[in-house]
């Protein structure tokens, strides 16, 4: 393991391609697999997905923007970097908050995450057992879970949720996965690990969707995306979708501004922003184009929630050719989504004690990860000896979430709009133009677009969506 030195300052991607593989597979992740399609299923597909791609366009692209080019000015930790930002732009220090907002936004969804992340290792293990035997028998081809019902392989989902030391066991195995590679450095952990994994997944991920395209029911997975209906829409699943193109693109949660302090000055920032934002909207709507025609095939729920991908999905591959094999495929290409996305989140503040604390970059990401570890075990807890517990209750808009949900939608929906609004005031109003348009590399005319999306759509958008979607839900209408 190499022992890289207070950390963030002197790290540095070694290409822009680099760079890309990293930010790209910060991006997707369960975010994309797991949360865009549970979503679109839920909210009623089409009309979600059109509202989403919309914020992608309009908030999501310049904010990426922002931020990296915010991490790359600053060049340290998130929070150093926007009050360095700030000095330059003689502004007060205290906006470094905005920094501490995306770190602590970052650290919380890092406790949750990992806990999902342990389901995924779950299904690994389950479907990989279950391909084994089939190959074993000299059926490699098999369809999963030969010879069970349907109970029998929803129910396994209950009963992992029931096991409290099976859940915090497989949290604990990817929270150290997470740990191991960030502790190895920029170059040596996050970008080898992006290197390899990234590819792979999408290798993964393009085998299991061309799989559902022929066997599934790939026209009416096709026409449940993209026919809008919308009377389904709603402040709540404005609310939703908002918070899911942040969460998606990894902003407002120190990641993006942790990476782009580690982007060489070479590299054109603007392209790199769209390229990222990009690839982050197709792997959500293949992933959605992956699942829905497995769902449809046979008949499940679209709107059946966050157990779509562990139980819907195994029901199905019961059904179908290869079942086996493929769900074993499907669960490995999420867990490498999963682990680049929770490597970011854990960089975020790692980078930040190292700074701070002055210690190396290893014992630092260890620290990290353990107090995320133990949050995450409260999460895990939630689903068997706190099973009653509603944290916010009180709260309209939350009052039926479970620990894990809390967290959830208090990041997803409170801290990263919150942290988005005030990076779009900082670097719209606040920041120093000329320092902001020589880091985005964009000519006066587009620059100008970008700035009218930055400082004028994006604190509006994001602020009236915080405000009906969650004053309402707060009011207890
Ligand atoms: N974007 C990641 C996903 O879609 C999650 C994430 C959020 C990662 C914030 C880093 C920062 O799964």
């Not at 790209?24 to 009623?44: D, H, K, M, Q, Y």
């Not at 054109?268 to 922003?273: C, G, P, V």
């Not at 190292?354 to 260890?366: E, G, N, T, Y």
Request: hydrophobic residues 55%; aromatic residues 12%.
């Amino acid at each position: 393991m190499a022992l890289t030195q207070a950390g963030s300052s002197g790290d540095h991607w070694s290409s822009r391609t680099a760079f890309i593989l990293a930010a790209v597979g910060a991006a997707v992740g369960l975010g994309n697999i797991w949360r865009f399609p549970t979503l679109a299923g839920e909210n009623g597909g089409g009309a979600f997905v059109l509202v989403y791609i919309g914020f992608v366009i309009l908030l999501g692209l310049p904010l990426v923007l922002s931020e990296i080019l915010l991490g790359r000015a600053g060049g340290t930790d998130a929070i150093g970097s926007v009050e360095k930002v700030a000095e330059q732009s003689r502004r007060s220090r205290n906006w470094k908050g905005i920094g501490a907002l995306q770190i602590t936004a970052g650290f919380l969804i890092l406790s949750f995450y990992s806990v999902v992340a342990g389901w995924v290792i779950n299904y690994v293990l389950i479907s990989g057992q279950d391909w084994l035997a089939a190959l074993f028998s000299g059926a490699p081809f098999a369809p999963a879970f030969a010879g069970e019902n349907q109970g029998t392989i929803t129910g396994r989902m209950s009963e992992l949720f029931a096991s409290p030391w099976r859940l915090i066991g497989l949290h604990g195995i990817f929270m150290v996965a997470t740990v191991w590679i960030v502790a190895s450095g920029v170059h040596n952990g996050i970008e080898r690990a992006a290197k390899w994994l990234m590819p792979a997944f999408f290798i993964l991920l393009i085998i299991v969707t061309v799989y559902g395209a022929f066997t599934g029911n790939f026209a009416e997975a096709v026409a449940f995306m993209f026919t809008p209906d919308f009377s389904q829409l709603n402040p709540i699943a404005l609310n939703e979708a908002l918070g899911q193109a942040l969460f998606s693109l990894s902003l407002a949660a120190g990641g993006l501004l942790t990476y782009g302090a580690y982007i060489t000055r070479d590299v054109n920032l603007a392209s790199t922003a769209v390229m990222i934002a990009m690839m982050d909207t197709g792997v959500a709507i293949i992933a959605g184009l992956m699942i829905f025609p497995i769902v449809f095939a046979v008949g499940l729920d679209p709107a059946s929630g966050p157990a779509l991908i562990f139980q819907s999905l195994p029901v199905a591959f019961n059904s179908m050719p290869a079942g086996a094999l493929v769900g074993f495929v499907f669960f490995i290409l999420i867990f490498f989504a999963a682990l680049t996305s929770s490597i970011s989140l854990l960089e975020g503040p790692t980078a930040w004690v190292i700074d701070r604390f002055r210690i190396v970059r290893p014992l630092a990401a260890i620290m990290v990860g353990s107090v995320a570890f133990l949050i995450g075990v409260i999460c895990a807890l939630g689903y068997n000896v706190w099973a009653d517990v509603r944290p916010l209750g009180f709260w309209n808009a939350f009052a039926q979430n479970d620990i894990l949900d809390a967290l959830d939608g208090v990041t997803g929906k409170i801290m990263l709009p919150l942290g988005a609004f005030l990076v779009s005031i900082f670097i719209g109003w606040m920041a120093d133009r000329r320092l902001v348009q020589q880091q985005t590399g964009l000519s006066n005319g587009m620059f100008a677009v970008w700035r009218f999306l930055v400082a004028w759509v994006c604190p509006i958008a994001v602020g009236l969506v915080l405000l009906f979607g969650l004053v309402p839900g707060l009011l207890g209408s």
